[in-house]
């Protein structure tokens, strides 16, 4: 069972083609994307109200969609506008169609009760497209639920032990965040972790304009249903980092790591870590890119070797630990949204 | 849960070979079928009574087969004529044995009480095997439930959208067919559709020794459980077809489609397309058939896609359309045939 | 559900190597298996108590393990030792430890109530290990229930069917073998197989110093779970085998054979045929090991299509002949043990 009132991403803006039909799975449902003639996304049930063929293996005309069974037609609310062979089209003939948001390079979508999306609501990642900052996007198909892969997000004492060559450093293991949790709306958490005179992390140092220690930060907001935004970054020791001062010599990050569910036990993730130097080095981008590519295999095999102990050993007890802190109150909040659209009672 | 009660296709004769054993899933029981030393195909349950082992990977001995796992032997009728280290031989040592006749180059099967198994009863498919008509024999095996594919062989209309350039053409998306429903016995629907003074599909275009408009028909028969057998042509415009004239120009097929479960997900299926004219041009029979081998591709990788919706989103309600007269009466007369076998209710 | 208060076989010794972590999954349980600095094998349940990972992914550190997900370390005992993070190391903080016994190059695991694990219990195959005997060690994987292979172990009628070329002669089919039953302990059948002044298999002809008739013999013992060891060789026929005189031409070997469930549909599978003579001609010696193996394939080609005939036709009943007594006998010592685990019923 999947929170449903909330805006989940269904694509990266590329994914999607200017002209042609794109699905997907999303929470178990069969999703149709695609563009109309003005170029905006248009998210319908890829199943076809007539006798549920999929529409994706349809065709685009216009605006519309027509499904290449039988030959209904479906305009992008998802009114049938047209049977063949028949003048009458009864009213409820149609599909469910999803409300859909474009912005900073990402689609999303609202799989709920369409009254309640408010684009209002969507959190901001303006590192997508900002001119100030650059990225490549990413994505990783996973063998595992997707609150595994808030668990590994939420917990970053993983760093030390998944990444010591990549992401990590000792000191992630042992230091102690600052956790601070918003139960408004959907709910926020705000993690802060300060590794003051510390070693940088070998993908900071690849990058670096310093050498020596550095004074580091991982500031993180997570909410739910899976949207990660990390500012991330180091500083030359001493230059006034945790004070918010951010020297010119510092390597600052914006970082995105967002899941949504395929099924209960598969999931899409969309990544991206963004920086605002040297900006038109396209070889620095790719580097970039393809150390968090790396680093989040590293994670991909823990966590879908974790996928299946559970699927073989479901009814063990886990041993909770000081280092849970984070993910625990990420489950609550998680928990609590559940448990609201279902009467009071999350399964 | 599938209808036993009526003759049942379980292999082109060419599928079973003169010597050695032949094995199939149907309606999810495992069959095995040989010739015996006449050349008489036997049909055996295909699993060995004495500790299940198959029988497929036994020897044929003579008119016998014999399990090579602990040396059963049994004969054409099932039952068991050997025991090795054993001189006595338990009454009801025996196997299932299916009643089983060939006719038209089929091999027909009776799945259900032997009692009720009546030649009689079984189709005549006469171009298979008449002098006047050729043909080449087609298999292919679905990943869907056979009566998807029932749905898809009883409303025409698919062919504009499905088989737009080689089955279909305009017309089909919007011609009314004349439907006629006979409820002896097991049923039978007769369905005829005529386009006058019309194009001919580029299949039909590709073999014609007339040009431009034509009088086309389907003239089709469709019988429980999945056997269609199919008239069809095309005249050159006003020789008289509709009124029962075909002129020596006139293309002239006889068409067969026959579906067997396999599973409940699965199914075996068993055509050809047979022609009355240019009977010994080898290149033309490959032809037609490599034809509707193409049309023939499109419908599965409809129908395996329309499976795959069912069984994802499996409980959403379908909308009727005017064009589902044909599929409805098929699943009418489907319905009625499980009921009768099941006291009156179908599951 | 698996009998569990038994020695089992986890591994050859060579499996698992002197330094890194191996795995497998035994009665359906995901078991680490490593060797601590002093080479002993270590076996703990291969799934972390904090959340599920598994530890094979993780780091063998000394004579402990640790989880590369958050970094508990545990040592052979399943004690945890270390959390990062965290001063205090909550009581019962630990993963299940299974009993170990290298023996016989073997190495036994006990996954029932520790309290009851008794080497002493463990079958000797001192064949493994005996400066007298010589062998190279086989494993297979099966994908079938471990009962159908002690089926196949326990009747050698099947000799004369499946092995007809390699293990078996035309008079396996028909000889009628003495089995007696021992229900000390965990229970124990000893089969005895004579067949005097009779051909050779092909396996013996093949490395036998002597040629035509012979005494030929199969003594094998069988234990719960599922513990073959046998006795089997050719002599020249009249040079007293039966009574007890092995002369120097006969032929002489020792057979392993021993598995272990990995899921209710999935084994392990060891064996090993030992000889003594010529124990340093290493090509004689691979010559043994091919010999089985191909043979060995053809029981597996039978038992797995056996598994899935049983799968899909699972409610038959089965018709018991004479040649059943071995593996009835079997089948009742294991289901014997099985009530007696689960307080007198069986499932
Ligand atoms: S299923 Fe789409 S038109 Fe029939
Ligand atoms: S299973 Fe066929 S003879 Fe034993
Ligand atoms: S799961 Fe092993 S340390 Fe967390």
Redesign the interface.
């Known amino acids: 069972m999947f929170i449903r009132n909330c805006w989940y991403v269904a694509a990266w803006d590329t994914e999607i083609p200017a002209e042609g039909l794109f699905h997907r799975?999303l929470l178990?449902?069969?999703v149709l994307l695609y563009r109309d003639t003005q170029g905006r996304v248009v998210a319908l049930e890829?199943?076809c109200?007539?006798?549920?063929?999929?529409l994706h293996?349809g065709r685009q005309e216009g605006d519309c969609v027509?499904?290449?069974?039988?030959?209904?037609k479906f305009n992008p609310s998802g009114a049938c506008v047209e049977?063949?062979?028949?003048e009458q089209i009864?009213p409820?003939?149609c599909i469910k169609s999803y409300p859909v948001v474009e912005r900073n390079r990402l689609v999303w979508i609202w799989m709920g009760d369409p009254a309640r999306a408010n684009p209002d609501d969507i959190v901001d990642y303006f590192w997508h497209d900002s001119p100030e900052w650059r990225m490549k996007p990413g994505y990783i198909h996973y063998q595992a639920n997707y609150k595994l892969i808030v668990?590994n997000l939420l917990?970053f004492?993983?760093l030390?032990?998944?990444h010591p060559t990549t992401l990590g450093t000792d000191s992630a293991?042992?230091?102690?965040p600052v956790i601070e949790r918003d139960t408004t709306g959907t709910g926020k958490l705000t993690i802060t972790r300060w590794y003051l005179n510390d070693d940088m992390s070998n993908l900071h140092k690849g990058v670096a304009k310093f050498e020596g220690k550095a004074d580091r930060w991982q500031i993180y907001q997570w909410s739910p249903p899976a949207l990660l935004r990390m500012d991330t970054g180091s500083a030359p020791t001493g230059t006034g980092a945790p004070e918010g001062r951010r020297v010119p010599e510092a390597v600052q990050f914006r970082h995105t790591s967002i899941q949504t569910p395929e099924t209960e036990t598969t999931s899409h993730y969309w990544f991206c870590q963004a920086r605002n130097f040297d900006l038109d080095d396209e070889a620095l981008t790719e580097k970039i890119y393809q150390g968090v590519v790396v680093a989040f295999e590293e994670d991909r095999?823990?966590i879908e070797?974790?996928e299946?102990?559970?699927s073989?050993?479901p009814d063990?007890p886990?041993?909770p630990?000081?280092?849970d802190a984070g993910l625990n109150q990420g489950r609550w909040l998680l928990d609590r949204l559940l448990k609201a659209e279902n009467g009071g009672t999350a399964p």
Chains 1, 2, 3 share one sequence.
Not at 83 to 86: A, K, M, R, V
Not at 173 to 176: D, T
């Open positions: 799975t178990n449902e069969p890829n199943r109200c007539h006798r549920s063929a999929p293996i027509r499904c290449l069974y039988h030959g209904l049977i063949p062979g028949q009864p409820k003939t668990d917990d004492t993983h030390a032990w998944v293991a042992s230091l102690k095999t823990m070797a974790h299946k102990i559970l073989q050993v063990r886990m041993v630990i000081a280092a």
